[in-house]
């Protein structure tokens, strides 16, 4: 048989593939008839979903330790910010002082992901920099086993007026 979309699995791979769930599904009822523990098959979020929850712990709520903690793998975290060195413990003892000192909190905008990396767009209030009303922030994501593993970011203060009726967000 020729397959004109290289693509779409072959008829062969089709029957493997539904006899493998079909042994799947068996087992599981067949488990469960017994009164045996039923295997759960584990869902790791996504680096989206992890990513977000990382900013709205940190930024958001203000919880940069716990979140640091949770989130940030613990034996390579990559920093590209050049006023923070790399490694989990550079951003457990820079992030949390600043968030207290500051009492900065952020509104997320926008998060974009594709694939291992995630965009996030916020708002960042600063209350303990009156002469800031806010800031611009786009910090960028890499994600690795369910960790962030490498940070960029990019921050602009927001003008008091602008050129233009566009906001930044």
């Known amino acids: 048989m020729m397959h004109l979309n290289p693509s779409q699995p072959s008829a062969p791979a089709l029957v493997t593939a539904r006899r493998s769930c079909h042994r799947i599904a068996v087992a599981c009822v067949a488990a469960w008839v017994l009164g045996l523990p039923v295997p759960v098959l584990a ?33 390579t975290y990559i920093q590209h910010n050049p006023m923070v060195p790399d490694g989990r413990d550079a951003a457990l003892a820079v992030l949390p002082d600043i968030m207290a000192k500051t009492g900065m909190r952020a509104e997320i905008k926008r998060v974009i992901a594709e ?20 800031l611009a922030v786009v910090d960028i994501f890499r994600v690795k086993e369910g960790l962030i593993v490498e940070h960029w970011d990019v921050i602009q203060e927001v003008p008091k007026s602008a050129a233009n009726a566009n906001t930044m967000f």
């Open 43 to 75: 869902q790791t979020p996504n680096p989206k979903e992890i990513v977000t929850a990382f900013y709205e712990m940190a930024f958001v709520k203000g919880q940069a330790r716990e979140a640091i903690l949770k989130y940030i793998s613990p034996s």
């Open 115 to 134: 694939g291992d990396l995630v965009v996030v767009h916020s708002r960042a209030a600063v209350p303990g920099r009156p002469e800031v009303p806010a």
